[in-house]
T-cell receptor, first 117, second 111 residues
Framework: KAGVTQTPRYLIKTRGQQVTLSCSPISGHRSVSWYQQTPGQGLQFLFEYFSETQRNKGNFPGRFSGRQFSNSRSEMNVSTLELGDSALYLC????????????????FGPGTRLTVL | GQQLNQSPQSMFIQEGEDVSMNCTSSSIFNTWLWYKQDPGEGPVLLIALYKAGELTSNGRLTAQFGITRKDSFLNISASIPSDVGIYFCAGQTSGNTPLVFGKGTRLSVIA
């Protein structure tokens, strides 16, 4: 079974621009979660989508948004980029169902390394 | 947001030694997960724990779900160079709440 894929792997943008990152989950997984990883803050939760609906949201400004399509693929968008947005953006997929021992085990993609200049 | 206290932050050990690391939280968790991350890659799930007191192994790795449900431990026996990386714990309070991650333990193995 193919793993989680993320595109692009690397991205360089300048302040004020916007960016869209893509994530394709493991086949059959309906939940996609997004994280921002930086050396100082570790893995910070952005949001989770399940069946095209945002189910959970972290403490990030409204410049960070996402969506999920009917095939469970997800995108996240960051508008008006700031230098501090430079980070590794990870997505993770899971079955996402309530109950069941393994339904919330999250499997990560390789990440998108975003550099804001 | 809420974070787990993971320790130690880093470790330097000799090949063949055993390693122990742990995570503690002020909240009770229903699920504990342990991940390993190699440079330039996403975290890889190592072990999942679902019940207080549960002890689960994956090869040379063994993890335990603390009895208080506020902590978890990961042990690596007979370390080898490919064990190098950052190990993260993650906890979930209930149902479909988001995972909360520790800041990681960076492991270095000296051959």
């Amino acid at each position: 079974k193919a793993g989680v894929t993320q595109t692009p792997r690397y991205l360089i943008k300048t302040r004020g621009q916007q960016v869209t990152l893509s994530c394709s989950p493991i086949s059959g997984h309906r939940s996609v979660s997004w994280y921002q990883q930086t050396p100082g803050q570790g893995l910070q939760f952005l949001f989770e989508y399940f069946s095209e609906t945002q189910r959970n949201k972290g403490n990030f400004p409204g410049r960070f948004s996402g969506r999920q399509f009917s095939n469970s693929r997800s995108e996240m968008n960051v508008s008006t980029l700031e230098l501090g947005d430079s980070a590794l953006y990870l997505c993770a997929s899971s079955l996402g169902l309530t109950g069941g021992r393994s339904s919330n085990e999250q499997f990560f993609g390789p990440g998108t390394r975003l550099t804001v200049l | 947001g809420q974070q787990l206290n993971q320790s130690p932050q880093s470790m330097f050990i000799q090949e063949g030694e055993d390693v122990s690391m742990n995570c503690t939280s002020s909240s009770i968790f229903n699920t504990w997960l342990w991940y390993k991350q190699d440079p330039g890659e996403g975290p890889v799930l190592l072990i999942a724990l679902y019940k207080a007191g549960e002890l689960t192994s994956n090869g040379r790795l063994t993890a335990q779900f603390g009895i208080t449900r506020k902590d978890s431990f990961l042990n690596i026996s007979a370390s080898i160079p490919s064990d190098v990386g950052i190990y993260f714990c993650a906890g979930q309070t209930s149902g479909n709440t988001p995972l909360v991650f520790g800041k990681g333990t960076r492991l270095s193995v000296i051959a």
